[in-house]
């Protein structure tokens, strides 16, 4: 079973940065493809960054250039770390990973943005 736990999340002021954490206690994450997505109020899930297990980034084009996917490999940990932040980034972010064909997602951290 694949186990993801998000943390860094929290209530900041328009401007601000945040970075969000993901770990899996398993050494997983080198050998594989992860994204973050988020879902805000009365929104759907949509995926903000990726980065694969070669460390290619891509990103939705609304965060790119505030918005980067680091990975930790040796920490088993991938970050988002996210800059400049807006009240339209407000949402419940969550990291994901597939492996077998099975989705696995964390509980999320909820990231709230006032102006």
């Known amino acids: 079973q694949v186990q993801l736990v998000e943390s860094g999340g929290g209530a900041v002021q328009a401007g601000g940065s945040l970075r969000l954490s993901c770990v899996s206690p398993g050494s997983i994450f080198k050998d594989y493809f992860i994204g973050w997505y988020r879902q805000g109020p009365g929104m759907q899930r949509e995926l903000v960054a990726t980065?694969?297990?070669?460390?290619?980034?891509n990103y939705l084009d609304a965060v790119k250039g505030r918005f980067t996917i680091p990975r930790d490999n040796a920490k088993n940990t991938v970050y988002l770390q996210i800059d400049h932040l807006k009240p339209e980034d407000t949402a419940v972010y969550y990291c994901?990973?597939?492996?077998?064909?099975?989705?696995?997602w964390g509980h999320g951290t909820q990231v709230t943005v006032s102006s």
């Open positions: 980065i694969t297990y070669s460390g290619h980034a």
């Open positions: 994901h990973i597939k492996m077998s064909d099975v989705d696995y």
